[in-house]
């Protein structure tokens, strides 16, 4: 859906290059991109005639073991990541596909499974490496720089190029529990009932999401379900395997499953197992809600526009949140939506052009009925291209902050190839 074509390319491998590329497009004054590892739908990464700075080739991870340490570099993907922490057991809170680039999903906010226990990704960031738009080179730490440190968790791109992060790490692994339980659709309605009491007591150590979507034609299911609207328990847990299995039999008990498949795996093998549903070509656009409770009415509405899907290749995701993240202050960084417990998310994805107003006009229709039972805020990472008019609302109370801080880091707006915060 992306179809832009810069001027030139500039595929850095450290940040010399970094450099060189931003003061070459200041000169010629063009206009600037930034590429991590290109995942996110609003193309942001691209622009037709500019300079695209290019950091997929930059993917080191270095760990330190002994003080639980990661730094990584921005063109790493979650994947790069995983392998390097688990070969200690260790590991940090990131999103729940291997292909997602680090630098995005952590200028954003970042969650995934680990985050009930660990907080989101930003809130494990120690340090980051800076470029900035005058061609300084920053630290940006809770010591060094803090103005800056504070907008880039959760600002995304506006305040410079990040060319390396350093995490704080957990011991995770290296095997967890982890598995899919499968719903008929019909018995839907009492699943997200029996999910919203179960996530209320729920220990921080277990992580269960709800997927709505055409079966896709796993192994343990019959074949007759194949292509057949569900409803999808994802479990995850990182604690003792078998008090693991204690905590997740009530879930089998919301209604006669079709199949499940749940065990001990390598987390990292956990970490890819959605990668499937977004393989490279699809055309997505996906959107995003905040939520305190999961209101019955919200409820109806899911299960409406999940029985009404415009695609086979369509989900609708609710992800829990509720524990660690919650206990950060909405004014402690960037990212404000700290009384988010569950994350809605809608994902359009679909092959032909020919389908885009039908695709498209689902997403849209089921984020506006949602809307008002949602809470404040939004998670800038799962915005489309044309919701920059959402950003202020993004940050709450924090926008004029970040707006001061874009002033004095990016006066010009540099870097506005974003979710833009004016100066």
């Given at each position: 859906?992306?179809?832009?074509?810069p001027a030139?390319?500039?595929?850095?491998?450290?940040?010399?290059?970094?450099?060189?590329?931003?003061?070459y497009?200041?000169?010629?004054?063009?206009?600037?991109?930034?590429?991590?590892?290109?995942?996110?739908?609003?193309?942001?990464?691209?622009?037709?005639?500019?300079?695209?700075?290019?950091?997929?080739?930059?993917k080191?991870?270095?760990?330190?073991?002994?003080?639980?340490?990661a730094?990584?570099?921005?063109?790493?993907?979650?994947?790069?990541?995983?392998?390097?922490?688990?070969?200690?057991?260790?590991?940090?809170p990131?999103?729940?596909?291997?292909?997602?680039?680090?630098?995005?999903?952590?200028?954003?906010?970042?969650f995934?499974?680990?985050t009930?226990?660990?907080?989101?990704?930003?809130d494990?960031l120690?340090?980051?490496?800076?470029?900035t738009?005058?061609?300084?080179q920053?630290?940006?730490?809770?010591t060094?720089?803090?103005?800056?440190?504070?907008?880039?968790?959760?600002?995304?791109?506006?305040f410079?190029?990040?060319?390396?992060?350093?995490?704080?790490?957990?011991?995770?692994?290296?095997?967890?529990?982890?598995?899919?339980?499968?719903?008929?659709?019909?018995?839907?309605?009492?699943?997200?009932?029996?999910?919203?009491?179960?996530?209320?007591?729920a220990?921080?150590?277990?992580?269960?999401?709800?997927?709505?979507?055409?079966?896709p034609?796993?192994?343990?299911?019959?074949?007759?379900?194949?292509?057949?609207?569900?409803?999808?328990?994802?479990?995850?847990?990182?604690?003792d395997?078998?008090?693991?299995?204690?905590?997740?039999?009530?879930?089998?008990?919301?209604g006669t499953?079709?199949?499940?498949?749940?065990?001990?795996?390598?987390?990292?093998?956990?970490?890819?197992?959605?990668?499937?549903?977004?393989t490279?070509?699809?055309?997505?656009?996906?959107?995003?809600?905040?939520?305190?409770?999961?209101?019955?009415?919200?409820?109806?509405?899911?299960?409406?526009y999940a029985?009404?899907?415009?695609?086979?290749?369509?989900?609708?995701?609710?992800g829990?949140?509720?524990?660690?993240?919650?206990?950060?202050?909405?004014?402690?960084?960037?990212?404000?939506?700290?009384?988010?417990?569950?994350?809605?998310?809608?994902?359009?994805?679909?092959e032909?052009?020919?389908?885009?107003?039908?695709?498209?006009?689902?997403a849209?229709?089921?984020?506006?009925?949602?809307?008002?039972?949602?809470?404040?805020?939004?998670?800038?990472?799962f915005?489309?291209?044309?919701?920059?008019?959402?950003?202020?609302a993004?940050?709450?109370?924090?926008?004029?902050?970040?707006?001061?801080?874009?002033?004095?880091?990016?006066p010009?707006?540099?870097?506005?190839?974003?979710?833009?915060?004016?100066?």
């Amino acid at each position: 859906m992306i179809d832009k074509r810069p001027a030139v390319i500039v595929k850095c491998t450290n940040t010399s290059d970094v450099l060189a590329a931003l003061n070459y497009a200041k000169a010629q004054q063009l206009e600037i991109t930034i590429r991590g590892a290109g995942h996110n739908i609003a193309g942001n990464a691209i622009c037709d005639d500019g300079l695209m700075i290019d950091l997929s080739d930059m993917k080191k991870v270095t760990v330190d073991p002994g003080a639980k340490r990661a730094f990584v570099q921005p063109g790493a993907t979650l994947a790069d990541i995983d392998a390097a922490t688990q070969q200690h057991g260790l590991a940090t809170p990131v999103g729940i596909n291997s292909t997602t680039g680090i630098s995005g999903l952590t200028l954003g906010g970042g969650f995934g499974w680990l985050t009930r226990k660990y907080g989101m990704t930003i809130d494990n960031l120690v340090s980051a490496q800076v470029v900035t738009a005058d061609g300084r080179q920053l630290t940006a730490s809770s010591t060094e720089n803090n103005d800056l440190f504070w907008a880039i968790r959760g600002g995304g791109g506006n305040f410079g190029i990040v060319t390396e992060f350093e995490f704080r790490l957990h011991s995770v692994g290296p095997e967890i529990l982890a598995g899919l339980i499968v719903y008929p659709f019909d018995q839907a309605k009492q699943v997200l009932e029996q999910y919203r009491t179960f996530t209320q007591t729920a220990p921080e150590d277990l992580n269960v999401w709800v997927v709505m979507r055409q079966a896709p034609p796993l192994p343990f299911l019959p074949e007759e379900v194949h292509g057949k609207e569900v409803i999808v328990l994802a479990i995850f847990y990182a604690g003792d395997l078998q008090q693991g299995e204690t905590l997740i039999e009530p879930l089998r008990q919301f209604g006669t499953p079709h199949g499940e498949h749940i065990g001990a795996q390598p987390y990292t093998a956990w970490q890819q197992a959605f990668d499937p549903l977004l393989t490279e070509g699809m055309r997505n656009y996906w959107k995003s809600h905040n939520f305190t409770e999961l209101h019955d009415d919200a409820l109806d509405l899911l299960l409406h526009y999940a029985g009404n899907l415009p695609s086979p290749h369509c989900e609708i995701f609710i992800g829990q949140l509720a524990g660690s993240a919650n206990t950060v202050a909405s004014d402690a960084m960037a990212y404000s939506s700290r009384d988010a417990k569950f994350v809605l998310n809608v994902h359009a994805r679909w092959e032909t052009p020919a389908e885009d107003e039908k695709a498209i006009g689902w997403a849209r229709d089921f984020f506006k009925a949602t809307t008002p039972y949602a809470s404040a805020g939004a998670y800038v990472n799962f915005m489309t291209a044309e919701e920059g008019g959402r950003v202020t609302a993004a940050y709450d109370s924090n926008y004029q902050r970040l707006a001061e801080i874009k002033r004095q880091y990016d006066p010009d707006n540099l870097f506005h190839h974003n979710q833009n915060i004016k100066p």
